[in-house]
């Protein structure tokens, strides 16, 4: 079982829900011993007589109360839970409090078990709490001076009911008088049979209550001279809010309890703390580094950089709360002799510094999450949990964090995400607003530079860079300093799969410039091509496609009146070059050269520059946080829209020279760079990272190195045997003409993994080898979905004509039209087999024509009319399928093999490139077209 309430320090993490949060003056009887003591008299039990203990909600009693009573605040807390299976034992098998022992005591009233008509008290009978010091975020730095009592509950069984009451008293030093309280309000549907909050006060006491519901509360009652709110749990469960709303309108239900009347008086409050831990003496260490800085420069703005950047690197993050110290500050000259301290000790010293250059400069509270609801909140110290330190200069507001990294005079200016902040100044100060701007440099600047000087249908080599500035940055730091080569091989993995196929990364180095605050990745390596076919040219694409999203939900008529959260603040700079081949006609653009637009809070600038075979670019982008009025929205996503609509294009020239194009040799050559950088690849990545290996095998295939890939392929299966590997393996040995090679790999393939798409591939293999009823027998073995029928006819078909089996494979085809009538691969089936096997030719047309209305891509079913055209003999229309098909797909090899046998045919001796091209992408087109009666006129 775990208490439902903790504190909230500055620089901690922000509350949990269901947290009970609190902190008040300074120490009363606090100690680090757990008491054993009746409940405050003031208290109001709950009593389980009043819940259905049998057949109710597990969870039975959940009972809250507070006292706020001369700076000291006591929390009192009833919980009963029905142990109902293992599960909830061994969840509330151990009970587990927490408390501040500088600040408060932990008093145990009740641990008792109910059995049926028994109690268990748990206490009398010996059991004791067990304290220990709990340090959960000891890794981040973070001591937070929580102690834990915790208690294995001795005999408790499944059936049995838990019950514990405790209380803690805090008493902060850092608040004085003053005191504060927060409390979650569970909402539906928390399922509890009782569950309440009660907060009293005397009634000479001021105070002050909110909440986000606040009409769930009727007014304090006055009893025996308290003030009393009260309230039953769970509440309503609040309205669901659109998840791009800003935080405040999805902040949780929390009572706020307080003692100061406004900002102003908590920023009074607060400040002699800070302002009298930043006093060093003249002769101080501190003082001499304020001295040294002011000797280096004259520039104010540069002091202030030298000296946040002194307390960013020489003083390590440690989180101290022990002796008051979640909201006490430690001392400036205390922290600089240790070099550690949390968000405090450090906005203190830089405090410290700036004051003594002659810089305006004070320390301010924010809230790290959820800070644009501030102006809504109760002036309570627990709505915050960070400070950093404001400096004014020529009257512009710079907001300086000692716990980040890598501030420099370029990145000074940035504001954080924080909204708003409370100044802590002698004479107070409300919250002030941080005022948001761009930011005024590149948190990330990448160059690439990309070589497709060997062709525009291979990939090219890159060369990158990217500079990470700031925070982000600096976590590269200490990869810079160890020079892991596997944790940079594990890196360069990463950019390669991420980069898709036919990435590899031949090199990469990690380094860190100290003065620039920033982290530098450097790579170089093989990336994929770009370049798509697309309306009869090789185009690189530059479309948005719905990359800039602003498509806010507003539909609902309650949330029209919602603005939208914008993130932000980022500011991304790419600078992209390209070198084109020299060996072919001009590369032309369109769509603009310059862009500059603007949508809901984000600014995207472009600018190409084309010179001879170089391409350049520079794409940057703005992101600024803020919010979108309702009012903004509509005109906000039409903009968003209209700049996803830009299109713009690097168009190769009309007759390119395709690798296929390329005798072998000449192929080589140009792509012998290529391979030596898969090479380097291969060698660079760590003993267990196969895709450098993978992606030149592949890269093999696509020049026709069908040995080299074979080689390739045949280490892989050495070091990670897998049935896909086995079945590429059959096809790269199909198209070397090691058929029998290649009807063994597939079989492994199946055996090891009997998917259907290999059984297909296997029984083609086996019937063009002459194999016919054993490929029949696979296939009539297997298990079809209606996902897979039409594949299935479509190969059984094929298999049953090789077979002699006509009407079978009429049969199995009819079939598939009659459930699938308009589907194109059903029809282009259909259309395929008449064609190849040269049967049904009189009722084939209208099927073929159908399939290519029907498709998408329509080259394969061009492709299938066109042999049924040139089995009629009608040689035109097939040559205008063919050319059709070729130009939708250049590297359809069957149309290619087709296209050269109908000129051969027809006296065009050109017909013979057609078909070694052909011949050079699919080897075994020869072989299987063969076997129909196809072959190209010697």
Known sequence: MNDKWKLAPVCSATVVAGAFTFAISGPALAGEAVLYEAAPDWTE?????????????????????????????????????????????????????????????LSIHKVEILRGDEIIDVVDGGARFDVIRREQGLEQRLLDGQLTATLAVPGLKVGDILRVTHSTTMDDQALGEEMQASQYLWTKPWQVDFSRVIVSWPV??????????????????????????????????????????????????????????????????????????????????????????????????????????????????????????????????????QRYGDCKAKSVLLYSLLTQMGIDAEPVLVATSGGDALPELLPIPGNFDHMIVRAKIDGKDYWLDGTSTATRLSNLADVPPFFYALPLTAEGSDLVEMAQRELAWPQMIMQVDTDYSAGVDLPPMFDLTMKIFGPQGAGLRAMADEGDEEALKTMAAG??????????????????????????????????NEFEWRDGRLRLSRQNDGEYVFNPDRARAEWRQIPVQTSGPSRVRMELSATLPNNMGEFTASGPDTLDSRYANTSLKVDRQQSGRRVQSTVEVVERLGEIAPEQIATEKLAARRLNSVKTDLVAPEAIVWRWDLEQDELARRTAPIIAAYDEAVEFAADDDHNPLIQRARFRTQIFDWGGALRDIDTLLAEMATA?????????????GRTEEAIEAAQTSYDLDPD??????????????????????????????????????????????????????????????????????????????????NVGLETAMPVCTKAIERATNSAPMLDSRAMVNYRLGDLDAAMRDLDSALELVPGLAASRYLRGIIRLESGDTGGRDDVATALRISPELAERYAVHGLSPRQ
């Open 495 to 528: 950019f390669a799969s991420s980069a898709g196929t036919g990435g590899a990364i031949t090199n990469i180095a990690v380094s860190y410039d100290e003065e620039a605050g920033a982290g530098i990745i450097e790579m170089q390596g093989i990336a994929p």
């Open 45 to 105: 039990p709950a009593s389980l007589d009043d819940v259905d203990r049998r057949d109710g909600p597990s969870n039975l009693i959940f009972d809250w109360q507070h006292r706020l009573e001369d700076g000291v605040v006591t929390s009192y807390e009833d919980t009963a839970i029905r142990i109902d299976n293992p599960e909830a034992l061994m969840e509330q098998g151990t009970i587990s409090l927490t408390w501040f022992p500088d600040k408060g005591d």
């Open 724 to 736: 896909d590997i086995y079945r590429w393996r059959a096809e790269v040995l199909a198209s070397l």
């Open 756 to 837: 259907n798409g290999t059984a297909f591939y296997l029984a083609e293999l086996l019937a063009y080898d002459g194999q016919r009823e054993d490929a029949l027998t696979v296939l009539e073995a297997l298990p079809i979905g209606q996902d897979e029928s039409g594949q299935y006819a479509s190969t059984y078909a094929t298999v049953a004509g090789l077979a002699g089996k006509t009407d079978d494979a009429f049969a199995i085809l009819g079939r598939q039209m009659e459930d699938r009538p308009t589907d194109a691969s059903v029809l282009n089936a259909d259309c395929w087999f008449r064609g190849l096997f």
């Open 204 to 337: 000479d006491e001021e105070v002050f209550w909110s909440a986000e519901n606040k009409e769930d509360f009727s007014e304090p009652l006055v009893k025996d001279g308290f003030k009393t709110l009260t309230l039953s749990l769970p509440i309503e469960e609040k309205a669901e809010m659109p998840h791009d709303a800003p935080a405040r309108f999805r902040r949780p239900t929390v009572l706020r309890v307080g003692t100061y009347a406004d900002w102003n008086e908590l920023s009074r409050s607060f400040a002699p703390h800070y302002v009298a831990a930043a006093k060093v003496p003249d002769n101080s260490e501190v003082a001499d580094e304020a001295r040294r800085i002011m000797a280096a420069s004259d520039d104010p703005l540069t002091r202030v950089s030298l000296a946040l950047r002194l307390v960013q690197d020489d003083v390590s993050y440690l989180l101290n709360g022990l002796d008051g110290g979640n909201y006490m500050p430690q001392a400036a000259e205390l922290t600089w002799n």
